[in-house]
T-cell receptor, first 116, second 115 residues
Framework: AQSVTQLDSQVPVFEEAPVELRCNYS??????LFWYVQYPNQGLQLLLK??????LVKGINGFEAEFNKSQTSFHLRKPSVHISDTAEYFC??????????????FGTGTRLQVTL | EAGVTQSPTHLIKTRGQQATLRCSPI?????VYWYQQALGLGLQFLLW???????NRGNFPPRFSGRQFPNYSSELNVNALELEDSALYLC??????????????FGDGTRLSIL
C-alpha cells in the first residue's frame, strides 16, 4: 500500500515570488509520481510526472519537481508564480507494475493562494 | 482532440434514490477510472475498467457499481443514495491497458448532491 503526505494544506505567496509545495510518500514498492492541479469547478490537470531517469522533472506552466528517493519526496517548485497559479495542487503516486497497480493514491492537496 | 467528458455536470437526488453518471474517455483510451472527491475526505479511488471488465475496486460498498461499454465509455451507478455520497465524482482515462506509467487524464467531474 502507498500513502502520500502533503504537509501544507495552504500556501500563501505573493505574485512573482518563488514557491515550493511539499510532497512525501510512503510505499513498500517502487512507484511513479505525479503532480496534478485543480482549478475551481474543474477536474484535475496533469502538471508533470516522474517515471524514471533524471530526478528533475519539468512540467507545464513553468513548474518543476525533484524526485528524492532517499527522502521519499517529490516537491513541486516554481521560481516565479502568477495570480493564475491560484489553485489546489495534488501529489499522487502509482505503484509500478501490472494490472492491479493501476489506481492513483492522492495526497490531501495544497491550496496555493497567490496575491498581489 | 477532445478530452474526457462527463455528464451531467450537476445531479441532485434525494436519499434512497439511484444516480447514474456517465463518462466518455479520450479517443483511443481503453481504461476508465472513477474517483470520489468528497469534502474532507480527499480523492478516493472507486473503480477501474479496462476492455469492458472491472479490473480493480476501491474500498466502497457494493451499491457503487458501474460498467464499461464496447466503445469504452463508462457509467457509474450509485444505489440507495446516502447524504455522505454528496461529492464530486471524477472520471479519468488512460491508454496502454492501465499500465501504471501511462498518466490518467481527468474530466471536469459530476457534482452529486444528496438532499
Amino acid at each position: 500500500a502507498q500513502s502520500v503526505t502533503q504537509l501544507d494544506s495552504q500556501v500563501p505567496v505573493f505574485e512573482e515570488a518563488p514557491v515550493e509545495l511539499r510532497c512525501n510518500y510512503s510505499s513498500s514498492v517502487s512507484v511513479y509520481l505525479f503532480w496534478y492541479v485543480q482549478y475551481p469547478n474543474q477536474g484535475l490537470q496533469l502538471l508533470l510526472k516522474y517515471l524514471s531517469g533524471s530526478t528533475l522533472v519539468k512540467g507545464i506552466n513553468g513548474f518543476e519537481a525533484e524526485f528524492n528517493k532517499s527522502q521519499t519526496s517529490f516537491h513541486l517548485r516554481k521560481p516565479s508564480v502568477h495570480i493564475s497559479d491560484t489553485a489546489e495542487y495534488f501529489c499522487a503516486v502509482r505503484e509500478r507494475g501490472g494490472y492491479t497497480a493501476s489506481k492513483l493514491t492522492f495526497g490531501t492537496g495544497t491550496r496555493l493562494q497567490v496575491t498581489l | 482532440e477532445a478530452g474526457v467528458t462527463q455528464s451531467p455536470t450537476h445531479l441532485i437526488k434525494t436519499r434512497g434514490q439511484q444516480a447514474t453518471l456517465r463518462c466518455s474517455p479520450i479517443s483511443g483510451h481503453t481504461s476508465v477510472y472513477w474517483y470520489q472527491q468528497a469534502l474532507g475526505l480527499g480523492l478516493q479511488f472507486l473503480l477501474w475498467y479496462d476492455e469492458g471488465e472491472e479490473r480493480n475496486r476501491g474500498n466502497f460498498p457494493p451499491r457503487f457499481s458501474g460498467r464499461q461499454f464496447p466503445n469504452y465509455s463508462s457509467e457509474l451507478n450509485v444505489n440507495a443514495l446516502e447524504l455522505e455520497d454528496s461529492a464530486l465524482y471524477l472520471c479519468a482515462s488512460s491508454s496502454g491497458k492501465g499500465q501504471s506509467n501511462q498518466p490518467q487524464h481527468f474530466g471536469d467531474g459530476t457534482r452529486l448532491s444528496i438532499l
